[in-house]
């Protein structure tokens, strides 16, 4: 065989190799893409309309990662029975003092999840571990804490503090159940 036909081919075949190679790495991370913003539904829409999207694809696969250590058990009985009397308690104490109310119901949350086994640590990273198995409701989440931060600056009204309440309520039952809402995206 010719030298110059053996090069051709080399080169031909390192070519045939290269594409092979970036079209599999780029179904790869297509594929990886996908699932995130799937998964994450609008926890990826708002950290890549804050971040951008490639950024907020790293963010939310290391978020995936560093969950994947937790040992996230399910709650006994009689803890769900304890947790669901506080929340009745911080419930009744909104009339008479709906801030106490909402600080009770924020510690109840962390309770809870320090319960399950996620760590407890500031509220950014408490929302981006929720955020992982809780995609949907670490929304309302991040809502009753933008409410409690702008009543500790007097700028709520009750309505605002009872919409917090509201949607502390519907992260606490997402984390009372055993059977984390995933509905994702579609909602």
């Keep these: 065989m010719n030298q110059t036909i053996l090069v ?7 070519i045939a190799v290269a594409l092979a190679a970036f079209f599999s790495f780029r179904h790869y991370r297509d594929k990886r893409a ?3 913003r799937e998964h994450f539904g609008p926890e990826y829409s708002r950290l890549a309309e804050e971040k951008g999207t490639v950024a907020a694809e790293k963010e939310l696969a290391v978020r995936e990662k560093r969950a994947a250590k937790f040992e996230i058990r399910p709650l006994s009985a009689e803890d769900r029975r304890q947790f669901i009397s506080g929340w009745q308690e911080a419930q009744k104490a909104f009339v008479d003092d709906p801030k106490g109310s909402l600080s009770a119901a924020d510690e109840l949350i962390a309770k809870v999840m320090a319960a399950r086994g996620y760590p407890v640590q500031d509220f950014e990273q408490r929302a981006a571990d929720l955020s992982v198995d809780h995609p949907i409701v670490v929304q309302h989440y991040r809502a009753a804490h933008g409410i ?5 600056n007097g700028q709520t009204t009750t309505e605002d503090l009872r919409q917090a309440m509201i949607h502390y309520r ?5 984390l009372l159940s055993d059977q984390p809402s995933h509905a994702h995206a579609a909602e």
């Design 8 to 14: 051709i081919l080399l080169v031909a075949i390192a």
């Design 34 to 36: 996908r699932h995130i």
């Design 148 to 152: 409690a931060l702008r009543h500790s």
């Design 170 to 174: 519907t992260l606490f039952d997402d």
